[in-house]
């Protein structure tokens, strides 16, 4: 059972707009939420994360927001640029800080020209 | 610090093989993790050690997969006998501390034929 849920298996955005991915969870113990951006033949690298005590976290183009209620995250970049052509994999981590880190099945970024 | 560093970065195998994967996590790092990636299920955790003793192998898909972390800069994946549906791409990641961002390796891609 699929506890971190991400349903676009990819999604296509034109340079300059902005590409939105998004994720569910179920596990309400969650409270450390990850992204993660994979190239071709390389590991995923960390991106950006937050924490439930937040709603929002911004670095640079890259923005997450958390809605606990509905169990949702997302990952905003503006603009999009074609170097964010990825995998971008969805993550969390439960209460304790001494949980494992749970990934969903990623969302394949291709941004067009 | 040369990151995570595994080995090999390709193996192809035939069904029945014994297929040992290698990894040096980042010095400093207590908290290891193997990871299996493939189109079906994703980032798959398979089993994490901190400070070198395994936490959690409930990941682990059957009998045929062993791992072990004889100490803090070396960890072993071990697959016998190989299986055709073995082939995945399998990453290892460090971290400083379980729950804490995850530093990967570029990972092993392996083929059983």
């Known amino acids: 059972d699929q506890q971190v849920k991400q349903n676009s298996p990819s999604l296509s955005v034109q340079e300059g707009r902005i590409s939105i991915l998004n994720c569910d969870y179920t596990n309400s113990m969650f409270d450390y939420f990850l992204w993660y951006k994979k190239y071709p033949a390389e590991g995923p690298t960390f991106l950006i994360s937050?924490?439930?005590?937040?709603d929002k976290n911004e670095d640079g183009r890259f923005t997450v927001f958390l809605n606990k209620s509905a169990k949702h995250l997302s990952l905003h970049i503006v603009p999009s640029q074609p170097g964010d052509s990825a995998v971008y994999f969805c993550?969390?981590?439960?209460?304790?800080?001494?949980?494992?880190?749970?990934f969903g099945k990623g969302t394949r970024l291709h941004i067009l020209p | 610090d040369a990151g995570v560093i595994q080995s090999p970065r390709h193996e192809v195998t035939e069904m029945g093989q014994e297929v040992t994967l290698r990894c040096k996590p980042i010095?400093?790092?207590?908290?290891l993790f193997w990871y299996r990636q493939t189109m079906m299920r994703g980032l798959e955790l398979l089993i994490y050690?901190?400070?070198?003793?395994?936490?959690?192998d409930s990941g682990m898909p059957e009998d045929r997969f062993s791992a072990k972390m004889p100490n803090a800069s070396f960890s072993t994946l071990k697959i016998q006998p190989s299986e055709p549906r073995d082939s995945a791409v399998y990453f290892c990641a460090s971290s400083p501390q379980i729950g804490e961002k995850l530093f990967f390796g570029s990972g092993t891609q392996l083929s059983v034929l």
């Open positions: 010095s400093g790092h207590n908290s």
């Open positions: 993550a969390a981590s439960g209460v304790n800080r001494d949980d494992k880190i749970i």
């Open positions: 050690f901190n400070n070198n003793v395994p936490i959690d």
């Open positions: 937050i924490s439930s005590i937040k």
